[in-house]
Each structure stands twice: as C-alpha cells, then as structure tokens.
T-cell receptor, first 114, second 110 residues
Framework: GAVVSQHPSWVICKSGTSVKIECRSL??????MFWYRQFPKQSLMLMAT?????????EQGVEKDKFLINHASLTLSTLTVTSAHPEDSSFYIC??????????FGNGTRLTVT | EDQVTQSPEALRLQEGESSSLNCSYT??????LFWYRQDPGKGPEFLFT???AGEEKEKERLKATLTKKESFLHITAPKPEDSATYLC???????????FGTGTRLTIIP
C-alpha cells in the first residue's frame, strides 16, 4: 500500500528555536498533503492543507507565521515550527493523498519543547 | 459544518467477545467515510473507505457498514492485537479534507 514517511519521529528542542518536520510520499505523487496536530487521547486536528507549488491553506486559529509549510514537490512537504514554545509540544502527523486514493498517514513526530 | 461523533469513547472486551463501534456523522455531501486504526505513538493506519449507504467492507475480523447517518465497525472474535484506537472520518464532496471523530479506544483482554 501507499507509504508516507515522516521524519524525525521525535525531537526535543529548546524554547525559541525552530524545528523542521519532513513528510514524504514514497510510492505515489501527492498533490495534496495535510498537517495535523494531536494532543493526548484526543483526535486529529487539521492545521493546514498544502498543495504542491502553492501556498498552504491554514485552518482557523492556526498561526501561519508560526507553522510554516512548504510543499516544494509532489513527494515532499515540510512543516517548520518557528520560535517554538512549550505549548507547541505535541504530536504532529502528516497525511498525503491524491484525487483517487484514500489519505495515508505518516507515523508522526513527537515534539517536546523545553 | 461536518461533524463526526464516535461511541463509546472506550471499550474493554474479553478475547473472543464480539462487539460494534459506532460513528455518527453529518456532512454536506458524503464523498467517503474512512476508518483508521491508530496505535499509541503512531500515525493512523488506513482500514476501509465506504462511499454509499448499504456498502460493507471486511478485513480479517473487522467489518465496516454504512447508512446515511452512521457507520459501524463490527469486530468479530477479537484478539489482544486488535487493541488500538479506531478513528472514523468523513470527506465531503469537493473537499479533500477529512473531519475526524475523537475515536474509540478498544482494549481486548486475554
């Protein structure tokens, strides 16, 4: 089946630094990638939708200057958490899909900001 | 606004004890209803997509069904390895976004 690779799987950073998370579709071209955030024992909350070659669309309440998304190719999207703070600590998950395939998810990135 | 409600929040079953998980939804126009399995610390794993009322899909001990208002995930004779959180999501026509429910945390006791 379709594989989505997310890297890193976990990261610890100091408050004020930036962290980049990569999401790759390994065996298909993903015209659209989605970034989610998940708090413990809660469901996935969509943060933004990124389309290859265009600006990301952010959900209401998500700061686009804080969560920078780049979708430079049909197989790679990146999420950069800028000037991270402890409240940004969470589980970030990407998903990728195309018009005719169900969305497949990466294995997530556990971000801890100290 | 699309909404998905899953019940129960948590379910504990003895090994071999069959049961069903519920997903109620409201959506402007349903393109597809998705079931995923999520293990702790992992991303969701795709299980099924259902597109129209009356449709059923099976995979091993799992069977998903769909009506115009809800979907059920039936688990038959579950094993401990079926323990996970099961997530339901809907996708509206003309929109690639998924709207997720909060999931059912299933625990199968040996």
């Amino acid at each position: 089946g379709a594989v989505v690779s997310q890297h890193p799987s976990w990261v610890i950073c100091k408050s004020g630094t930036s962290v980049k998370i990569e999401c790759r579709s390994l065996d298909f071209q993903a015209t659209t990638m989605f970034w989610y955030r998940q708090f413990p024992k809660q469901s996935l909350m969509l943060m933004a939708t990124s389309n290859e070659g265009s600006k990301a669309t952010y959900e209401q309440g998500v700061e686009k200057d804080k969560f920078l998304i780049n979708h430079a190719s049909l197989t790679l999207s990146t999420l950069t958490v800028t000037s991270a703070h402890p409240e940004d600590s969470s589980f970030y998950i990407c998903s990728a899909g195309s018009k005719y395939s169900p969305l497949h998810f990466g294995n997530g990135t556990r971000l801890t900001v100290t | 606004e699309d909404q998905v409600t899953q019940s129960p929040e948590a379910l504990r079953l003895q090994e071999g004890e069959s049961s069903s998980l519920n997903c109620s939804y409201t959506v402007s126009g349903l393109r597809g209803l998705f079931w995923y399995r999520q293990d702790p610390g992992k991303g969701p794993e795709f299980l099924f997509t259902l597109y129209s009322a009356g449709e059923e899909k099976e995979k091993e001990r799992l069977k998903a069904t769909l009506t115009k208002k809800e979907s059920f995930l039936h688990i038959t004779a579950p094993k401990p390895e079926d323990s996970a959180t099961y997530l339901c999501a809907v996708q509206a026509i003309g929109n690639e976004k998924l709207t997720f429910g909060t999931g059912t945390r299933l625990t199968i006791i040996p």
